[in-house]
Protein backbone atom coordinates (compact mmCIF):
# COMPACT_ATOMS: atom_id res chain seq x y z
CA UNK A 1 0.00 0.00 0.00
CA UNK A 2 3.18 2.15 0.48
CA UNK A 3 4.73 2.11 -2.02
CA UNK A 4 1.09 3.04 -4.18
CA UNK A 5 1.90 6.69 -4.87
CA UNK A 6 5.45 5.62 -6.18
CA UNK A 7 4.33 3.42 -8.81
CA UNK A 8 1.39 5.40 -9.94
CA UNK A 9 4.46 8.25 -10.34
CA UNK A 10 6.66 6.45 -12.16
CA UNK A 11 3.42 4.72 -14.58
CA UNK A 12 2.70 8.57 -15.07
CA UNK A 13 6.09 9.54 -15.84
CA UNK A 14 6.34 6.32 -18.22
CA UNK A 15 3.11 7.40 -19.75
CA UNK A 16 4.51 10.93 -20.65
CA UNK A 17 7.39 9.43 -22.18
CA UNK A 18 5.73 7.20 -24.72
CA UNK A 19 3.46 10.14 -25.60
CA UNK A 20 6.25 12.22 -25.91
CA UNK A 21 7.73 9.54 -28.38
CA UNK A 22 4.70 9.41 -30.20
CA UNK A 23 4.34 12.85 -31.09
CA UNK A 24 7.98 12.65 -32.04
CA UNK A 25 7.55 9.58 -34.59
CA UNK A 26 4.16 11.44 -35.46
CA UNK A 27 6.39 14.72 -36.12
CA UNK A 28 9.10 12.80 -38.68
CA UNK A 29 6.09 11.23 -40.84
CA UNK A 30 5.19 14.51 -40.99
CA UNK A 31 8.06 15.67 -41.90
CA UNK A 32 9.05 12.97 -44.13
CA UNK A 33 5.88 13.56 -46.40
CA UNK A 34 7.08 17.05 -46.36
CA UNK A 35 10.63 15.95 -47.60
CA UNK A 36 9.70 13.52 -50.07
CA UNK A 37 7.49 16.04 -52.43
CA UNK A 38 7.76 19.08 -54.11
CA UNK A 39 4.87 20.70 -52.82
CA UNK A 40 3.45 19.01 -49.58
CA UNK A 41 0.14 20.76 -48.21
CA UNK A 42 -1.27 19.28 -44.74
CA UNK A 43 -4.63 20.09 -43.43
CA UNK A 44 -4.87 23.96 -45.17
CA UNK A 45 -8.11 25.80 -44.23
CA UNK A 46 -8.22 29.54 -45.37
CA UNK A 47 -10.36 31.79 -44.69
CA UNK A 48 -11.23 35.20 -45.42
CA UNK A 49 -13.69 36.11 -42.40
CA UNK A 50 -16.21 34.04 -41.32
CA UNK A 51 -15.94 32.21 -45.41
CA UNK A 52 -13.47 28.89 -45.91
CA UNK A 53 -12.25 29.47 -49.28
CA UNK A 54 -10.30 26.46 -48.54
CA UNK A 55 -11.43 24.08 -46.26
CA UNK A 56 -9.13 21.23 -44.87
CA UNK A 57 -7.46 19.89 -47.88
CA UNK A 58 -4.27 17.92 -47.93
CA UNK A 59 -2.20 16.70 -51.23
CA UNK A 60 1.56 16.11 -52.15
CA UNK A 61 2.91 15.95 -55.08
CA UNK A 62 6.24 14.63 -56.80
CA UNK A 63 8.40 16.26 -59.97
CA UNK A 64 6.93 14.84 -63.10
CA UNK A 65 3.45 15.18 -62.27
CA UNK A 66 1.23 17.44 -64.38
CA UNK A 67 -1.60 18.33 -61.73
CA UNK A 68 -4.79 19.29 -63.12
CA UNK A 69 -6.98 21.37 -60.60
CA UNK A 70 -10.58 21.24 -61.67
CA UNK A 71 -13.19 23.09 -60.16
CA UNK A 72 -15.66 25.29 -60.43
CA UNK A 73 -15.72 29.05 -60.41
CA UNK A 74 -14.92 30.00 -57.01
CA UNK A 75 -14.05 26.62 -55.61
CA UNK A 76 -10.99 27.60 -54.26
CA UNK A 77 -8.19 27.12 -57.20
CA UNK A 78 -6.73 30.34 -57.28
CA UNK A 79 -6.73 30.45 -53.47
CA UNK A 80 -4.66 27.02 -53.21
CA UNK A 81 -2.27 28.10 -55.68
CA UNK A 82 -1.60 31.57 -53.86
CA UNK A 83 -1.17 29.62 -50.82
CA UNK A 84 1.37 27.34 -52.27
CA UNK A 85 3.73 30.63 -53.35
CA UNK A 86 3.39 32.58 -50.12
CA UNK A 87 1.05 35.01 -51.50
CA UNK A 88 -1.75 33.96 -48.87
CA UNK A 89 -1.06 32.91 -45.16
CA UNK A 90 -3.09 29.53 -44.69
CA UNK A 91 -5.40 29.38 -41.12
CA UNK A 92 -4.35 26.73 -40.24
CA UNK A 93 -1.88 23.97 -41.31
CA UNK A 94 1.19 23.25 -43.05
CA UNK A 95 2.72 24.25 -46.41
CA UNK A 96 5.69 23.14 -47.92
CA UNK A 97 7.98 23.46 -50.88
CA UNK A 98 10.84 21.95 -51.81
CA UNK A 99 11.04 21.32 -47.83
CA UNK A 100 10.55 24.78 -46.52
CA UNK A 101 7.59 26.97 -45.89
CA UNK A 102 6.84 29.53 -48.72
CA UNK A 103 6.26 32.88 -46.77
CA UNK A 104 8.88 32.51 -44.46
CA UNK A 105 11.34 31.34 -46.77
CA UNK A 106 9.95 32.62 -49.89
CA UNK A 107 13.23 34.54 -51.37
CA UNK A 108 14.18 30.19 -51.51
CA UNK A 109 11.38 28.79 -52.95
CA UNK A 110 10.60 31.67 -55.34
CA UNK A 111 13.45 31.33 -57.65
CA UNK A 112 12.03 27.41 -58.22
CA UNK A 113 8.29 28.33 -59.26
CA UNK A 114 7.23 29.95 -62.59
CA UNK A 115 3.58 31.58 -62.20
CA UNK A 116 1.54 32.55 -64.29
CA UNK A 117 -1.48 34.47 -62.58
CA UNK A 118 -4.76 33.95 -63.67
CA UNK A 119 -5.69 37.77 -65.48
CA UNK A 120 -2.20 37.57 -66.13
CA UNK A 121 -1.04 41.16 -65.42
CA UNK A 122 1.89 42.13 -67.84
CA UNK A 123 3.43 45.65 -67.85
CA UNK A 124 1.47 46.72 -70.90
CA UNK A 125 3.97 49.59 -71.87
CA UNK A 126 6.98 47.61 -71.99
CA UNK A 127 7.84 45.25 -75.15
CA UNK A 128 7.79 41.67 -75.02
CA UNK A 129 11.81 41.59 -75.19
CA UNK A 130 12.26 44.11 -72.50
CA UNK A 131 9.48 42.87 -70.61
CA UNK A 132 11.17 39.27 -70.58
CA UNK A 133 14.60 40.85 -70.13
CA UNK A 134 13.21 42.71 -67.40
CA UNK A 135 11.72 39.41 -65.26
CA UNK A 136 15.09 37.77 -66.55
CA UNK A 137 17.26 40.32 -64.12
CA UNK A 138 14.36 39.94 -61.47
CA UNK A 139 14.64 36.34 -61.15
CA UNK A 140 18.29 36.55 -61.34
CA UNK A 141 18.64 34.52 -64.64
CA UNK A 142 18.96 34.21 -68.25
CA UNK A 143 20.63 35.94 -70.82
CA UNK A 144 20.45 37.15 -74.19
CA UNK A 145 20.43 33.68 -75.66
CA UNK A 146 18.23 32.22 -73.10
CA UNK A 147 15.60 34.32 -73.85
CA UNK A 148 15.67 33.99 -77.38
CA UNK A 149 15.31 30.44 -76.81
CA UNK A 150 12.40 30.87 -74.79
CA UNK A 151 10.74 33.64 -77.12
CA UNK A 152 11.06 30.89 -79.87
CA UNK A 153 9.62 28.15 -77.60
CA UNK A 154 6.56 29.98 -76.92
CA UNK A 155 6.40 31.37 -80.76
CA UNK A 156 6.50 35.04 -80.15
CA UNK A 157 9.61 35.58 -82.30
CA UNK A 158 7.48 37.51 -84.61
CA UNK A 159 6.04 39.95 -81.77
CA UNK A 160 8.94 40.16 -79.82
CA UNK A 161 9.59 43.75 -80.92
CA UNK A 162 5.90 44.62 -80.25
CA UNK A 163 4.35 46.41 -77.00
CA UNK A 164 2.42 44.16 -74.50
CA UNK A 165 -0.77 46.23 -74.79
CA UNK A 166 -0.86 45.95 -78.65
CA UNK A 167 -1.41 41.97 -78.73
CA UNK A 168 -3.98 39.57 -79.01
CA UNK A 169 -5.47 38.17 -76.00
CA UNK A 170 -3.10 34.75 -76.97
CA UNK A 171 -0.36 36.25 -77.24
CA UNK A 172 -0.12 37.86 -74.17
CA UNK A 173 -1.18 34.41 -72.56
CA UNK A 174 2.23 33.27 -74.45
CA UNK A 175 4.24 36.16 -72.81
CA UNK A 176 3.11 35.15 -69.41
CA UNK A 177 4.06 32.15 -69.96
CA UNK A 178 7.42 32.81 -71.37
CA UNK A 179 8.16 34.99 -67.79
CA UNK A 180 6.75 31.59 -66.04
CA UNK A 181 9.47 29.90 -67.97
CA UNK A 182 12.33 31.82 -67.49
CA UNK A 183 15.41 30.38 -65.24
CA UNK A 184 13.83 26.82 -65.61
CA UNK A 185 11.64 26.59 -62.80
CA UNK A 186 11.22 22.91 -61.75
CA UNK A 187 7.63 24.17 -60.50
CA UNK A 188 4.67 25.30 -62.93
CA UNK A 189 1.89 27.01 -61.67
CA UNK A 190 -0.16 27.87 -64.19
CA UNK A 191 -3.56 29.92 -63.18
CA UNK A 192 -6.51 29.16 -65.83
CA UNK A 193 -3.37 29.12 -68.81
CA UNK A 194 -5.86 28.71 -71.57
CA UNK A 195 -8.60 31.17 -70.33
CA UNK A 196 -10.58 33.38 -72.84
CA UNK A 197 -9.13 32.37 -75.65
CA UNK A 198 -10.09 30.71 -78.76
CA UNK A 199 -10.10 26.75 -79.53
CA UNK A 200 -6.92 27.12 -81.58
CA UNK A 201 -4.89 29.68 -79.16
CA UNK A 202 -5.86 26.70 -76.64
CA UNK A 203 -4.46 24.11 -78.57
CA UNK A 204 -1.00 26.10 -78.72
CA UNK A 205 -1.22 27.06 -74.67
CA UNK A 206 -1.61 23.02 -74.07
CA UNK A 207 0.59 22.03 -76.95
CA UNK A 208 3.36 24.29 -75.01
CA UNK A 209 2.18 23.22 -71.67
CA UNK A 210 2.53 19.41 -72.48
CA UNK A 211 6.10 20.13 -73.88
CA UNK A 212 7.95 21.96 -71.16
CA UNK A 213 6.23 19.81 -68.35
CA UNK A 214 8.17 16.60 -68.87
CA UNK A 215 11.50 18.06 -66.49
CA UNK A 216 9.30 19.63 -64.16
CA UNK A 217 6.47 19.48 -61.76
CA UNK A 218 3.10 21.49 -63.26
CA UNK A 219 0.17 22.54 -61.55
CA UNK A 220 -2.41 24.31 -63.37
CA UNK A 221 -6.29 25.23 -62.53
CA UNK A 222 -9.09 24.89 -65.19
CA UNK A 223 -12.72 24.70 -65.17
CA UNK A 224 -12.62 23.47 -68.85
CA UNK A 225 -12.32 19.44 -68.63
CA UNK A 226 -10.77 18.67 -71.72
CA UNK A 227 -8.29 20.34 -70.83
CA UNK A 228 -7.22 18.24 -68.07
CA UNK A 229 -7.92 15.40 -70.12
CA UNK A 230 -5.29 16.64 -73.15
CA UNK A 231 -2.64 17.32 -70.47
CA UNK A 232 -3.12 15.86 -66.80
CA UNK A 233 -1.92 13.05 -65.51
CA UNK A 234 -3.19 13.52 -62.27
CA UNK A 235 -6.54 15.46 -61.68
CA UNK A 236 -7.35 16.71 -58.08
CA UNK A 237 -11.26 18.31 -57.61
CA UNK A 238 -11.95 20.67 -55.71
CA UNK A 239 -15.33 22.30 -54.83
CA UNK A 240 -16.64 24.54 -52.46
CA UNK A 241 -12.92 25.00 -51.13
CA UNK A 242 -12.67 20.85 -49.99
CA UNK A 243 -11.11 18.09 -52.16
CA UNK A 244 -13.60 15.89 -53.76
CA UNK A 245 -11.47 13.75 -56.13
CA UNK A 246 -7.47 13.13 -55.75
CA UNK A 247 -6.25 10.46 -58.22
CA UNK A 248 -4.95 9.53 -61.32
CA UNK A 249 -6.69 11.19 -64.15
CA UNK A 250 -9.66 8.49 -65.85
CA UNK A 251 -8.41 7.21 -68.97
CA UNK A 252 -11.50 7.13 -71.23
CA UNK A 253 -11.90 10.22 -72.96
CA UNK A 254 -14.76 11.75 -71.23
CA UNK A 255 -14.98 10.03 -68.57
CA UNK A 256 -13.46 13.32 -66.65
CA UNK A 257 -17.29 15.26 -67.64
CA UNK A 258 -19.09 12.50 -66.04
CA UNK A 259 -16.36 12.55 -62.48
CA UNK A 260 -16.37 16.06 -62.57
CA UNK A 261 -20.45 16.35 -62.60
CA UNK A 262 -20.97 13.34 -60.85
CA UNK A 263 -19.01 15.19 -57.78
CA UNK A 264 -19.24 18.97 -58.54
CA UNK A 265 -22.99 19.38 -57.71
CA UNK B 1 16.77 45.68 -57.17
CA UNK B 2 18.51 46.96 -60.17
CA UNK B 3 16.06 46.23 -62.52
CA UNK B 4 12.79 47.78 -61.07
CA UNK B 5 14.81 50.79 -60.60
CA UNK B 6 15.81 51.06 -64.14
CA UNK B 7 11.76 50.44 -65.14
CA UNK B 8 10.40 52.68 -62.90
CA UNK B 9 12.72 55.37 -64.41
CA UNK B 10 11.81 54.35 -67.74
CA UNK B 11 7.77 54.60 -67.01
CA UNK B 12 8.22 58.16 -66.11
CA UNK B 13 10.81 59.16 -69.50
CA UNK B 14 8.45 56.65 -71.89
CA UNK B 15 5.36 58.53 -70.68
CA UNK B 16 4.16 62.22 -71.68
CA UNK B 17 2.62 62.61 -68.25
CA UNK B 18 5.78 62.03 -66.79
CA UNK B 19 7.40 64.43 -68.55
CA UNK B 20 4.30 66.88 -67.99
CA UNK B 21 4.28 66.46 -64.65
CA UNK B 22 8.40 67.55 -64.36
CA UNK B 23 8.14 70.62 -66.48
CA UNK B 24 4.78 71.98 -64.80
CA UNK B 25 7.05 71.65 -61.76
CA UNK B 26 10.00 72.82 -63.63
CA UNK B 27 7.98 76.13 -64.64
CA UNK B 28 5.95 77.04 -61.45
CA UNK B 29 9.19 76.88 -59.17
CA UNK B 30 10.80 79.01 -61.66
CA UNK B 31 7.90 81.35 -62.32
CA UNK B 32 7.29 81.57 -58.23
CA UNK B 33 10.83 82.87 -57.93
CA UNK B 34 11.38 84.79 -60.81
CA UNK B 35 7.62 87.11 -60.55
CA UNK B 36 9.12 88.40 -57.01
CA UNK B 37 13.17 88.19 -57.29
CA UNK B 38 12.89 92.15 -58.10
CA UNK B 39 10.62 93.08 -54.87
CA UNK B 40 12.80 90.95 -52.45
CA UNK B 41 15.58 93.04 -54.10
CA UNK B 42 18.34 90.95 -52.53
CA UNK B 43 20.71 87.98 -53.99
CA UNK B 44 19.47 84.70 -52.03
CA UNK B 45 17.92 81.61 -53.10
CA UNK B 46 15.86 81.58 -49.89
CA UNK B 47 12.33 82.73 -51.38
CA UNK B 48 13.13 80.19 -53.46
CA UNK B 49 13.27 77.52 -51.14
CA UNK B 50 10.76 78.87 -48.97
CA UNK B 51 8.40 77.73 -51.54
CA UNK B 52 9.87 74.46 -52.89
CA UNK B 53 7.79 72.35 -50.13
CA UNK B 54 5.18 74.04 -51.14
CA UNK B 55 5.51 72.85 -54.50
CA UNK B 56 6.42 69.11 -53.62
CA UNK B 57 3.49 69.02 -51.70
CA UNK B 58 1.50 68.35 -54.76
CA UNK B 59 4.47 67.39 -57.38
CA UNK B 60 5.76 64.24 -55.08
CA UNK B 61 2.01 62.91 -54.26
CA UNK B 62 1.46 63.04 -58.20
CA UNK B 63 4.75 61.30 -59.07
CA UNK B 64 4.25 58.93 -56.49
CA UNK B 65 0.52 57.86 -56.09
CA UNK B 66 0.85 55.32 -59.23
CA UNK B 67 3.76 53.19 -57.38
CA UNK B 68 2.23 50.48 -55.43
CA UNK B 69 -1.77 52.03 -56.59
CA UNK B 70 -1.63 51.09 -59.91
CA UNK B 71 0.45 47.80 -59.02
CA UNK B 72 -2.33 46.77 -57.37
CA UNK B 73 -5.34 47.75 -59.52
CA UNK B 74 -3.53 46.32 -62.16
CA UNK B 75 -2.50 42.93 -60.51
CA UNK B 76 1.02 43.29 -61.01
CA UNK B 77 2.03 43.43 -57.61
CA UNK B 78 0.70 39.90 -57.80
CA UNK B 79 3.15 38.98 -60.28
CA UNK B 80 5.98 41.14 -58.21
CA UNK B 81 5.55 39.28 -55.36
CA UNK B 82 6.06 36.03 -56.82
CA UNK B 83 9.60 37.03 -58.31
CA UNK B 84 12.46 35.91 -56.44
CA UNK B 85 12.98 40.13 -55.05
CA UNK B 86 12.22 40.99 -50.94
CA UNK B 87 9.59 43.37 -50.33
CA UNK B 88 12.40 45.76 -49.09
CA UNK B 89 13.96 45.82 -52.42
CA UNK B 90 10.76 46.72 -53.75
CA UNK B 91 10.17 49.86 -51.86
CA UNK B 92 13.41 50.79 -51.89
CA UNK B 93 13.74 50.65 -55.93
CA UNK B 94 10.77 52.36 -56.20
CA UNK B 95 11.96 55.18 -53.63
CA UNK B 96 15.13 55.36 -55.18
CA UNK B 97 13.19 56.28 -58.71
CA UNK B 98 10.94 59.00 -57.57
CA UNK B 99 14.24 60.48 -55.87
CA UNK B 100 15.73 60.40 -59.32
CA UNK B 101 12.99 62.05 -60.79
CA UNK B 102 12.78 64.48 -57.94
CA UNK B 103 16.57 65.43 -58.31
CA UNK B 104 15.95 65.79 -61.73
CA UNK B 105 13.04 68.05 -61.43
CA UNK B 106 15.21 70.05 -58.92
CA UNK B 107 18.10 70.48 -61.81
CA UNK B 108 15.53 72.10 -64.19
CA UNK B 109 15.54 74.79 -60.92
CA UNK B 110 19.12 75.10 -61.86
CA UNK B 111 19.12 78.31 -64.34
CA UNK B 112 18.31 80.20 -61.04
CA UNK B 113 20.76 79.98 -58.89
CA UNK B 114 23.37 79.88 -62.28
CA UNK B 115 21.99 83.20 -63.86
CA UNK B 116 21.21 85.18 -60.37
CA UNK B 117 25.40 84.43 -59.61
CA UNK B 118 25.83 85.75 -63.00
CA UNK B 119 23.79 88.80 -62.40
CA UNK B 120 25.25 89.72 -58.94
CA UNK B 121 29.00 89.30 -60.49
CA UNK B 122 28.05 91.87 -63.15
CA UNK B 123 26.96 93.91 -60.19
CA UNK B 124 29.93 93.32 -58.05
CA UNK B 125 28.31 91.43 -55.64
CA UNK B 126 28.03 87.84 -55.05
CA UNK B 127 26.12 84.68 -54.02
CA UNK B 128 27.28 82.22 -51.42
CA UNK B 129 27.42 79.45 -53.28
CA UNK B 130 27.89 76.74 -50.26
CA UNK B 131 24.48 77.89 -49.35
CA UNK B 132 22.47 77.38 -51.88
CA UNK B 133 24.14 73.36 -52.46
CA UNK B 134 23.07 73.23 -48.59
CA UNK B 135 19.80 74.36 -49.59
CA UNK B 136 19.12 72.32 -52.48
CA UNK B 137 20.52 69.19 -50.05
CA UNK B 138 18.18 70.03 -47.38
CA UNK B 139 15.19 70.11 -50.42
CA UNK B 140 16.36 67.04 -51.39
CA UNK B 141 16.19 65.33 -47.90
CA UNK B 142 12.58 66.94 -47.65
CA UNK B 143 11.86 65.30 -50.92
CA UNK B 144 13.19 61.98 -49.76
CA UNK B 145 10.63 62.52 -46.44
CA UNK B 146 7.61 63.20 -48.79
CA UNK B 147 7.91 60.47 -51.35
CA UNK B 148 8.47 57.67 -48.07
CA UNK B 149 4.82 59.25 -47.07
CA UNK B 150 3.30 59.31 -50.47
CA UNK B 151 4.75 55.72 -50.94
CA UNK B 152 3.08 54.46 -48.09
CA UNK B 153 -0.56 56.10 -48.99
CA UNK B 154 -0.14 54.30 -52.54
CA UNK B 155 0.70 50.54 -51.13
CA UNK B 156 -2.62 51.21 -48.81
CA UNK B 157 -4.79 51.39 -51.42
CA UNK B 158 -5.60 50.68 -55.00
CA UNK B 159 -6.94 53.91 -56.05
CA UNK B 160 -4.36 56.64 -57.42
CA UNK B 161 -6.82 59.55 -56.25
CA UNK B 162 -7.25 57.99 -52.81
CA UNK B 163 -3.16 57.81 -53.04
CA UNK B 164 -3.02 61.61 -54.10
CA UNK B 165 -5.08 63.17 -51.65
CA UNK B 166 -4.45 60.97 -48.19
CA UNK B 167 -0.50 62.31 -49.05
CA UNK B 168 -1.62 65.83 -50.51
CA UNK B 169 -3.75 66.43 -47.02
CA UNK B 170 -0.91 64.89 -44.68
CA UNK B 171 1.48 66.93 -46.02
CA UNK B 172 -0.21 70.18 -45.84
CA UNK B 173 -0.83 69.50 -42.52
CA UNK B 174 2.22 68.66 -41.40
CA UNK B 175 3.57 72.17 -43.64
CA UNK B 176 1.07 74.08 -41.93
CA UNK B 177 1.89 72.91 -38.40
CA UNK B 178 4.77 75.63 -38.10
CA UNK B 179 2.67 78.69 -39.86
CA UNK B 180 1.51 81.57 -37.68
CA UNK B 181 -1.59 80.56 -39.20
CA UNK B 182 -1.86 77.27 -37.44
CA UNK B 183 0.05 78.68 -34.26
CA UNK B 184 -3.05 81.73 -33.62
CA UNK B 185 -5.36 78.03 -32.57
CA UNK B 186 -3.26 76.07 -30.91
CA UNK B 187 -1.81 76.59 -26.90
CA UNK B 188 1.39 77.11 -26.66
CA UNK B 189 2.78 73.76 -25.96
CA UNK B 190 0.98 72.07 -28.39
CA UNK B 191 2.17 74.65 -30.88
CA UNK B 192 6.20 74.43 -29.76
CA UNK B 193 5.84 69.98 -30.07
CA UNK B 194 3.93 70.61 -33.67
CA UNK B 195 6.35 73.07 -34.91
CA UNK B 196 9.45 70.97 -33.96
CA UNK B 197 7.53 67.99 -35.91
CA UNK B 198 7.19 70.36 -38.67
CA UNK B 199 9.07 69.64 -41.88
CA UNK B 200 9.47 73.01 -42.86
CA UNK B 201 10.63 74.13 -39.14
CA UNK B 202 14.02 71.43 -40.17
CA UNK B 203 14.14 72.51 -43.45
CA UNK B 204 14.42 76.47 -42.48
CA UNK B 205 18.18 75.44 -41.24
CA UNK B 206 19.58 74.32 -44.67
CA UNK B 207 17.57 77.04 -46.19
CA UNK B 208 19.81 79.69 -44.14
CA UNK B 209 22.94 77.45 -45.53
CA UNK B 210 23.17 75.28 -42.06
CA UNK B 211 24.07 71.71 -41.81
CA UNK B 212 22.44 70.91 -39.41
CA UNK B 213 22.80 67.27 -38.24
CA UNK B 214 19.24 67.12 -35.79
CA UNK B 215 17.55 68.33 -39.29
CA UNK B 216 19.31 65.51 -41.12
CA UNK B 217 18.38 63.12 -38.49
CA UNK B 218 15.01 64.20 -38.14
CA UNK B 219 14.44 63.87 -42.41
CA UNK B 220 16.45 60.04 -41.92
CA UNK B 221 13.84 59.24 -39.49
CA UNK B 222 11.07 60.32 -41.05
CA UNK B 223 11.73 58.65 -44.71
CA UNK B 224 12.78 55.23 -42.92
CA UNK B 225 9.68 55.37 -40.61
CA UNK B 226 7.54 55.49 -43.70
CA UNK B 227 9.51 53.53 -46.07
CA UNK B 228 9.44 50.33 -42.78
CA UNK B 229 5.39 51.30 -42.79
CA UNK B 230 5.59 50.61 -46.47
CA UNK B 231 7.62 47.35 -46.47
CA UNK B 232 5.35 46.11 -43.34
CA UNK B 233 2.36 46.57 -45.38
CA UNK B 234 3.61 44.93 -48.63
CA UNK B 235 5.09 41.95 -46.28
CA UNK B 236 1.42 41.56 -44.80
CA UNK B 237 -0.66 38.61 -46.12
CA UNK B 238 -4.19 38.02 -46.01
Known amino acids: MLMQPATEHIIKRKSMVVAKMVDVVKNKSNDSAHTNHMISLIHIIKKFGQTHAVNDISFQAKKGEIIGFLGPNGAGKTTTMRLILGLLKSTSGSITVQTVDPIKHRLDVLPQIGYLPGNNPLYGEMKVREYLDFIAQMKTVGNQSEIDEIIAQVSIDDKSESKIDELSRGYKQRVGLAAALLGDPTLLILDEPTSGLDPLEQDKIKALIKKVAKKKMVIFSTHILSEVEDIANRLIIINRGEIVYDGKKPARKGSVEKLFKKLVK | MKALFKKEIQFYLNNPLGYITLVLFGVFANFMFVKDIFVYGSASMRPFFEILPWLFMIFIPAISMRL ?16 PISEMQIVIAKFLATLTMTALGLVLTLGLPISMYALTQQAGARIYLPEVFVGYFGQLLLASGFIAISLFYSVKTKNQIVAFLGSVITLFFLIIFSTDFAASALPQ ?27 LFYFVSMSLLFLFLTVVDLEKRP
Do not use: M, W
Request: hydrophobic share 45%; net charge negative; glycine share 2%.
Open chain 2, 68 to 83: FAEERRTNTLELLLSL
Open chain 2, 189 to 215: IVQEVFNYLSPLTQVDNFIKGVLDIRS
